[in-house]
């Protein structure tokens, strides 16, 4: 009345949406992000970190799940904590296996995948990256075959004094090399 004009908010008043919510929908907001946080809590996995990469073509599953009971075991006694396995979800080779070890053992896994759209020929070792620069320290690294990637990994995480572990395939003797 004094100034002979209307008084209009700067941000927001009566016609916003926000001014049309009842408490219904303040109290619903609350309870939804107070549940979206119970599950993150609930779905968080605690554990080491173990990278693993290897050859598309190894074939000796055993070794596998022997040296990942094994490495399994002695997280839990220098650790202290289960495993988590970090690898680059290959449906093939040292992966493929290792994945279907950790469903078996009920270790948490972690998929780092290569993005090839964007990388082309170089993500698989974009993905390497990724897996040393996580949130967690790594606890080790095993490397099962002589790829290249696999290499690169054994050698960016020695780098950064991270223990790497080199395994050799075990192929089974022949019959011709018996004789």
């Known amino acids: 009345v004094q100034t002979g004009r209307a008084f209009i908010p700067s941000a927001g008043g009566r016609n916003s949406k926000q001014a049309k919510q009842t408490g219904a929908i303040f109290e619903a907001r609350q309870w939804i992000e107070a549940h979206e946080r119970d599950q993150v809590e609930r779905n968080k996995v605690t554990g080491t970190p173990l990278a693993i990469a290897g050859a598309r073509e190894w074939c000796n599953h055993a070794q596998i799940w022997d040296m990942l009971d094994r490495i399994k075991l002695r997280f839990m006694d220098s650790f202290g904590q289960e495993l988590i396995l970090y690898h680059k979800g290959d449906r093939k080779g040292v992966d493929a296996i290792a994945a279907a070890w950790a469903r078996a053992r009920g270790v948490a896994q972690v998929e780092i995948k290569p993005n090839w759209k964007a990388h082309g020929k170089g993500a698989g070792f974009k993905a390497i990256d990724q897996m040393l620069d996580t949130f967690r320290p790594l606890g080790g690294v095993a490397?099962?075959?002589?790829?290249?990637?696999?290499?690169?990994?054994?050698?960016?995480?020695?780098?950064?004094?991270?223990?790497?572990?080199?395994?050799?395939?075990?192929?089974?003797?022949?019959?011709?090399?018996?004789?």
Request: charged share 30%; no cysteine; net charge positive.
């Open 143 to 179: 490397i099962f075959g002589a790829n290249g990637i696999a290499l690169n990994l054994a050698q960016k995480a020695e780098a950064k004094g991270i223990k790497a572990m080199r395994v050799e395939e075990k192929r089974p003797a022949t019959d011709a090399a018996k004789t």
